[in-house]
C-alpha cells in the first residue's frame, strides 16, 4: 500500500476524513515525502473530478434537536441491517429508487401546483463514490423534504401502521410468507446495512421551507439541526462500516448501478459520468426500435452472439406486463442442454432489477429463452427479493409461456426453413417441457412445436402433430408412431410390415427419449397417441389361424405343434406363441401390452441379462411365429431331428425378436446364444452342407 493512501486512511481512523471533502486540500498538499506512486496518482484525479461534480457545501448549523425511534423502527432497523436482505449491494438499488421516486413526484408536482420550480437545476441523480473518506453519497434533485416529512419517512416506518407491520413480520415469519414492499417503505433502511453513520441534508422544492440535515447512527435516535448550502433535494452520505468499505470504489458501484438501476428514468452520474446509457427498449413501441438497438440490448444482458429471433410482449390486463425476449442463435452444448440451469429472464419492476434470474416467471424448460419482463402487478417480499402470491405468479407464467408457444408457432407458419434450424438445436427442450409439464393443456401446446418423419413423407421432411390430424383418415381414431434408430430400420421393421396393409400414417420416433415423450403427452387434439405395437395387438381377429389353402404355409396341425413345442422351449421368458398373419417376410415377432412402457422401464432400469429374464416372467410376452417363413418351416422339420441345434435356433430368434422390440438394452447380450447356435450347427455333420448355409443365411438375415 503506498504512503498517500495509507495516510487518508489514517486521517479517516482519526476522524479527520472531513479534510478531504476539501478540493482545495488536494492542491496544498505536499506530497512529495510520500512518493505518490502512479495508483495513487489516479486515485488524486479520481477525487478531485467527483469534488467538482458534486456540491459538498452543506453544514448543519444552530442547535440539533435529538428524537427516539419508534419501538417498531428499532426492531425493523435490526431485521434490516441483519437479515431482511440476502445480498447487502441492493441497498445501492433501494436508494436510487427512492431518489428516482422523489424526482418523479417533483415533475408531478409541477403539474398539479402552483409553485414554481427552479428549471436551472437538472433532474438527475448524483453518485460521488470516494474510497478515501470511505463515504458513498447519493444525491436527487427531486422533491425534497421538510422537518416534519423527515420525521415522518424517515423517523417512522413510512406511516403505513408500524405495530400492524411489526405483527405482521413476526407472524409470516411462523408461515413462510412477508408482507408486500408496497405497503411499507423501508428501502432508506437498507443503507444501515453497510453505513455506520448515515447523513440526510434535504430541502424541500417550496420556497419558504428551510433546509434540514437528519442523521442517525442507528442505534435507537435520531437528530435533526438545521442546514445552509443546500440545494433542492436530497442528500445521502452513508459512512461506511470497515468490512463494507468495497462500496466506496467507484468501479464497485458502477457496476451495481448498471446490474440493478440502469434503466431508471432519470440520469445516473457516478463521479462524473453518466453511465446508464442502455435505453429499456421493452417499454419502446417494438417498431421503433432497431435491430442494432436489439443487439446493444441483448450484449447488454451478458449474451455474446446476436438474437435468432426476437419477441416484444405488452399487455394491462389481467396483469400489467411488459416482455421483451430473445432465442438466442448459439446452439446449445449437450452439457447446456441437460444441466438445471437457470432462467435466462431478468425480473423488472417499474424498470429496477429485482431479479436476474427469475426462476418463477418462466418453465425450466424455457431457460434458452433470454429477456426481460418488467410488470408493475409482481407481488415482491419485503426485501424486493422474492416472489410472493403464488396464483399470480402461476398466472404470470401461464401468460408468457402461452405467448411464447404462440409465437414459436407462428414463425414457424412464416419461415419453416428458419424454424427447423432453430427446432434442430433446441427440440430437446420441448421434449422436456412435455415431460416435466403437469397440465395436458400445456402439455399439447408444446406438442404442437415438435416435427416428425413419417412413412408418407420425404425423408428429410417433417410435420407436426397439426399436419397429422389434419391428415388423418375418417375412421382412424389414434395417432400411430414407432419407435426406431433410423427411417431404413423403421420401414424394414416387421412391425411397420404388420401394420402396411392398413397404410396408416405413422410417426417415426428416431430418439430414444421421443417413445417417453410420447407416452407422458399420450393425446393430442383428443387423439390418442398408440405404438404401432399396440395396434397390432388390437387386431386379434386375424391371429392364430392358419388360411387354408396356402401351399406356402405350414398346416394347422403342423403350427399347432410347434407352438407347443416353442412355448416349452422359451418358457422361462414367454408366457405364449400364437400364429400371425400379418408378417409376409419376417419370421417372428414379440407383442406386449404396453411395448413402449416395457421398453422404458427396461431402459431405466439398467438390467443385466439375468435380471431381465426375471422382469420376463413378470410379463406377458408372447411370440407371434409366421407360418409362411422358410425360417419357421425349417425349424418345425429341424425340432424333430436335433432337439438341441433347433432349441438354440429358437431361443436365437427370439434374442433377435426382443432386440428388434427393443426389449434389450444391449444387444451385445445376445451373442453368447447366437456363438452357441453357430457352435452346434457346424458339429451337425448331418446336416447337408446346403441346408446348413440357408438355415444360417436366414438366421442372420432377421438379427
Not at 429499456?280 to 436489439?294: G, M
Request: overall charge neutral; glycine content about 4%; aromatic content about 10%.
Amino acid at each position: 500500500m503506498n504512503k498517500f493512501v495509507l495516510f487518508a486512511k489514517t486521517l479517516r481512523q482519526v476522524g479527520s476524513s472531513r479534510i478531504f471533502n476539501q478540493p482545495r486540500f488536494i492542491s496544498s498538499l505536499n506530497t512529495s515525502s510520500f512518493k505518490i506512486n502512479s495508483d495513487a496518482k489516479i486515485d488524486q484525479k479520481r477525487f478531485i473530478k467527483t469534488s467538482c461534480c458534486m456540491h459538498e457545501a452543506e453544514r448543519a448549523v444552530g442547535k440539533s434537536e435529538k428524537y427516539e425511534f419508534l419501538a417498531e423502527t428499532k426492531q425493523l432497523l435490526n431485521i434490516v441491517a441483519k437479515s431482511l436482505y440476502s445480498d447487502k449491494e441492493v441497498f445501492v438499488r433501494e436508494l436510487i429508487s427512492n431518489a428516482s421516486d422523489a424526482i418523479e413526484k417533483l415533475k408531478y408536482a409541477q403539474l398539479t401546483s402552483d409553485q414554481e420550480v427552479d428549471g436551472q437545476i437538472p433532474f438527475e441523480i448524483q453518485i460521488n463514490a470516494n474510497d478515501m473518506n470511505n463515504t458513498l453519497t447519493i444525491q436527487d434533485t427531486g422533491v425534497g423534504m421538510t422537518k416534519d416529512e423527515l420525521v415522518k419517512f424517515l423517523g417512522t416506518i413510512a406511516h403505513s401502521g408500524s405495530k400492524a407491520f411489526i405483527e405482521n413480520l413476526s407472524k409470516n415469519a411462523e408461515n413462510g410468507q412477508n408482507s408486500i414492499i408496497g405497503q411499507f417503505g423501508v428501502g432508506f433502511y437498507s443503507a444501515f446495512m453497510v453505513a455506520d453513520k448515515v447523513q440526510v441534508f434535504s430541502k424541500s422544492y417550496k420556497e419558504t421551507e428551510q433546509a434540514f440535515e437528519w442523521s442517525s447512527s442507528g442505534d435507537g435516535s435520531y437528530e435533526i439541526s438545521e442546514a445552509q448550502g443546500v440545494t433542492r433535494g436530497t442528500k445521502i452520505i452513508l459512512h461506511l462500516k470497515d468490512d463494507c468499505s468495497e462500496f466506496s470504489k467507484d468501479e464497485v458501484i458502477r457496476k451495481i448501478v448498471n446490474k440493478y438501476s440502469n434503466f431508471v428514468g432519470f440520469p445516473i452520474i457516478v463521479n462524473g459520468d453518466k453511465i446508464n446509457l442502455i435505453q429499456p427498449i421493452w417499454l419502446e413501441d417494438a417498431k421503433n426500435v432497431t435491430e442494432e438497438q436489439h443487439e446493444e440490448f441483448y450484449k447488454f444482458l451478458g449474451n455474446m452472439d446476436k438474437p435468432r429471433y426476437t419477441f416484444t410482449y405488452k399487455t394491462d390486463a389481467p396483469l400489467n406486463i411488459r416482455a421483451l425476449f430473445y432465442v438466442p442463435t448459439f446452439k446449445p452444448s449437450p452439457m447446456e442442454i441437460s444441466q438445471e440451469g437457470d432462467i435466462g429472464v431478468s425480473l423488472y419492476s417499474k424498470k429496477v432489477l429485482i431479479l436476474s434470474k427469475a426462476n418463477q416467471i418462466l418453465p425450466r424448460w424455457l431457460r434458452f429463452i433470454k429477456g426481460v419482463v418488467d410488470s408493475e402487478d409482481i407481488p415482491l417480499n419485503l426485501s424486493r427479493e422474492l416472489l410472493q402470491d403464488s396464483n399470480l405468479i402461476r398466472k404470470l407464467r401461464t401468460i408468457l409461456t402461452q405467448r411464447i408457444l404462440r409465437f414459436l408457432n407462428d414463425e414457424a407458419k412464416y419461415d419453416e426453413e428458419k424454424y427447423m434450424q432453430f427446432y434442430s438445436d433446441y427440440n430437446l427442450y420441448f421434449k422436456e417441457g412435455i415431460y416435466r409439464a403437469a397440465d395436458q393443456n400445456e402439455k399439447e401446446e408444446i406438442a404442437s412445436l415438435l416435427r416428425f418423419e413419417t412413412n408418407k413423407t420425404e425423408p428429410g421432411k417433417t410435420i407436426s402433430l397439426n399436419e397429422y390430424v389434419k391428415r388423418m383418415k375418417a375412421d382412424q381414431k389414434n395417432i400411430f408412431y414407432y419407435s426406431a434408430p433410423s427411417r431404413e430400420i423403421a420401414l424394414n421393421s416387421p412391425y411397420f410390415e404388420a401394420i402396411k396393409q392398413k397404410d396408416h400414417e405413422v410417426l417415426f420416433l428416431f430418439e430414444q427419449y421421443d417413445e417417453m415423450v410420447a407416452l407422458q403427452l399420450f393425446q393430442f387434439k383428443n387423439k390418442q397417441l398408440v405404438g404401432i405395437e399396440q395396434e397390432n395387438l388390437a387386431d386379434k381377429n386375424k391371429d392364430d389361424i392358419i388360411i387354408e389353402g396356402d401351399s406356402r404355409s405350414l398346416t394347422n396341425d403342423q403350427a399347432k405343434e410347434l407352438k407347443d413345442w416353442l412355448k416349452t422351449t422359451l418358457s422361462n421368458k414367454i408366457k405364449s406363441v400364437k400364429i400371425t398373419n400379418k408378417l409376409d417376410i419376417h419370421p417372428c415377432i414379440i407383442t406386449a401390452d404396453n411395448m413402449s412402457f416395457l421398453r422404458h422401464l427396461i431402459k431405466t432400469s439398467y438390467m443385466q441379462r439375468e435380471k431381465v429374464s426375471d422382469f420376463f416372467n413378470l410379463v406377458n410376452l408372447t411370440l407371434e411365429i409366421n407360418p409362411k417363413n422358410g425360417l419357421i418351416k425349417s425349424l418345425y422339420e429341424l425340432h424333430k431331428k436335433d432337439p438341441d441345434l433347433s432349441k438354440a435356433v429358437a431361443e436365437q430368434l427370439l434374442d433377435n425378436s426382443l432386440v428388434t422390440a427393443g426389449l434389450v438394452e444391449d444387444p451385445r447380450l445376445v451373442l453368447s446364444n447366437l456363438n452357441s447356435l453357430l457352435e452346434k450347427a457346424f458339429t451337425r455333420k448331418f446336416l447337408v452342407l446346403s441346408n446348413l448355409n440357408s438355415l444360417l443365411e436366414k438366421a442372420f438375415l432377421f438379427i
